[in-house]
């Protein structure tokens, strides 16, 4: 899943609460150690209490910039902050004014403000924390509903057509006896083994953990290529890089890319209408040999895959990595799969046309290993 928010927001959200919880320590201790020697109850409780509070805003801070934000902004626990020191400013206002009525006339009222600053800033960051986690938890369960969803889509979409025209030609060669059109159920189990698959791999991509290392690119791109049926297709890697990545869960983004590749670039992809198909087409035309490149992106950013085939209409380069969509009669699970890849590892995903027109996903937040 991509960061909700970017590294310069995090932070900034994690200097402003570590810088306010510096802050308030800085003074609560110049206070303790003005006070020490005279009433000790009321030092620990009007100095090293507040200092305790006060180091565990600026822990919050420090733990803001090391965490991934993938749910909420961290944004969101500098409003809690904010929101719990407004209060007791509130609470410590009034009961000054309650005093004053009273005929009593407080002593320090500035370091009893202050006070009460910095037990909301701890209290605020509290609910804070607690709200970051229930909707981190309530956004990981609606992304398994969602694949619950897909899945549920797929296997009453997908897998009924291959699975009735399986039925019925089994039906057809009981009835006649004439076997050959069983190479038809051949080729829709088939059909249904792939799909499977692909269901497969998206479901143990969407959670499991990545383990990155140092991989090559080159390397890691050809053995890819070894397993996809690539008929006239041709592979170039212009990069000679090392990365860190998890070599498993690269090597699928690889071979999903060069398949969805090879399947939509390797006929003309075009219906009557002109528009081209992409996803599964099976548009009668003269095949179109192409050429598949992956190289380093000049910014040295990250990586891409191009290829020279038909492309992908801009309209629907965002929904293509949407698990069940497809404008032809595919599963529509191939780049569902990259895209949980590449946000398993941080990176950021994006479609553009190539040089000769056909599709280009290009992949950022790559770390390389001679950028160590």
């Known amino acids: ?71 909420v902004s961290p944004w969101r626990l500098v409003g809690w902050c904010g929101a719990g020191v407004t209060v007791t400013l509130l609470l410590a206002a009034l009961l000054i004014q309650y005093q004053l009525a009273e005929g009593v006339v407080p002593a320090d009222r500035e370091f009893v403000g202050l006070m009460f600053v910095t037990y909301g800033a701890g209290v605020g960051l509290l609910v804070g924390v607690y709200d970051v986690r229930i909707r981190e938890a309530r956004a990981k369960f609606e992304r398994k509903t969602r694949r619950l969803d897909e899945f549920a889509n797929i296997v009453s979409h997908d897998l009924r057509n291959p699975l009735n025209v399986a039925q019925g030609y089994v039906e057809l060669a009981e009835e006649t006896g004439d076997t050959s059109e069983l190479t038809l159920v051949a080729d829709a189990h088939e059909r249904m083994d792939a799909i499977l698959a692909d269901m497969l791999a998206l479901a143990q991509s969407g959670e499991r953990a990545v383990s990155p290392t140092a991989v090559d690119l080159a390397d890691t791109a050809e053995e890819a290529w070894a397993m996809v049926p690539t008929d006239d297709a041709t592979l170039t890697v212009t990069a000679d890089v090392t990365l860190y990545a998890d070599p498993g869960r690269l090597k699928t983004l690889f071979e999903n890319l060069f398949r969805n590749s090879v399947e939509h670039g390797a006929t003309d992809g075009r219906t009557e209408s002109g528009d081209p198909v992409e996803d599964g087409s099976t548009a009668d035309a003269d095949p179109i040999p192409i050429d598949v490149t992956v190289g380093r992106l000049d910014d040295g950013a990250g990586f891409y895959v191009e290829d020279t085939g038909r492309g992908i209409p801009p309209a629907v380069r965002e929904r293509v990595f949407e698990a069940a969509f497809t404008t032809g009669g595919g599963s529509g699970l191939g780049l569902s799969i990259v895209r949980a890849a590449a946000d398993a590892h941080g990176w950021s995903h994006t479609i553009t046309e190539g040089e000769t027109g056909g599709a280009r996903f290009e992949f950022r937040n790559v770390t390389f290993v001679d950028a160590d």
């Open 1 to 71: 899943m991509r960061p909700w928010a970017g590294e310069s927001a995090t932070r900034g959200a994690s200097a402003a609460v570590a810088g306010f919880g510096l802050v308030l320590a800085s003074v609560h201790a110049v206070h303790a150690a003005e006070e020490i020697g005279t009433n000790l109850p009321a030092v620990f409780y009007g100095s090293v209490l507040p200092f305790t509070v006060a180091v565990g805003v600026l822990a919050v801070g420090f733990w803001i910039d090391r965490r991934e934000w993938t749910a």
